[in-house]
């Protein structure tokens, strides 16, 4: 069985610009969240959808978005970016049901120059 | 407010060696989740184990076992007979049961273990 697959894995992008990162989830799971990973401040939550629809956000700023195709494979934008958007971004998917553990991708490395 | 706290942030030890990972948690709520993760150098998060707050009982996988006291807001983990392969950052995380997705983590700042030859 696949695991959680994400592209690319490494990018490199200049202040400003914009990027869009992809997941997709294990089959057959229907949820997929997203997390930043910085020396700085650790693991952090961004979103989480499920159905299509966002169901929880972390405190992130609206440069941060995301959405959910009906195959459950996700993406996540970030707009102008900024130096401190230089982070791992992780993906990770769930089955549905209450707080189930989620498998995680290798992720996503963007260096922001 | 939820929060992780994992105090240990390095911990070296030779093979062979027993090592436990302390996982302190906050949460006002009853109902919640736990988790451990290991993150290999080559990036992604590896589950390990899920705990329901109403389970207080200590579970053994092989070399590694988990003690959850609720009286401490404590959820451990000790790797007995260190090995190499052992080497990771490890993460402790919570998840509290007010939504039924659940795949929102408060994780723990992480503790790196290296486990030499």
Redesign the interface.
């Known amino acids: 069985k696949a695991g959680v697959t994400q592209t690319p894995r490494y990018l490199i992008k200049t202040r400003g610009q914009q990027v869009t990162l992809s997941c997709s989830p294990i089959s057959g799971h229907r949820s997929v969240s997203w997390y930043q990973q910085t020396p700085g401040q650790g693991l952090q939550f961004l979103f989480e959808y499920f159905s299509e629809t966002q169901r929880n956000k972390g405190n992130f700023p609206g440069r941060f978005s995301g959405r959910q195709f009906s195959n459950s494979r996700s993406e996540m934008n970030v707009s102008t970016l900024e130096l401190g958007d230089s982070a791992l971004y992780l993906c990770a998917s769930g089955r549905p049901g209450t707080n189930t553990e989620a498998f995680f991708g290798q992720g996503t490395r963007l260096t922001v120059v | 407010a939820q929060k992780v706290t994992q105090a240990q942030t390095e911990i070296s030890v030779v093979e062979k060696e027993d090592v436990t990972l302390d996982c302190v948690y906050e949460t006002r709520d009853t109902t919640?989740?736990l988790?451990w993760?290991k993150q290999p150098p080559?990036?992604?998060?590896?589950?390990l184990i899920?705990r329901?707050s109403f389970d207080e009982q200590n579970e053994i996988s092989g070399r590694y076992s988990w003690n959850f006291q609720k009286s401490t807001s404590s959820f451990n983990f000790t790797i007995t007979a260190s090995q190499v392969v052992d080497s990771a950052v490890y993460?402790c995380a919570l998840?509290?049961?007010r939504?039924?997705?659940?795949?929102?983590?408060?994780?723990?700042?992480?503790t790196r273990l290296s486990v030499l030859p």
């Open positions: 919640y989740y988790f993760y080559s990036g992604e998060l590896v589950f899920r329901n993460f998840s509290e049961a939504d039924n997705y659940g795949q929102n983590f408060v994780f723990g700042p992480g």
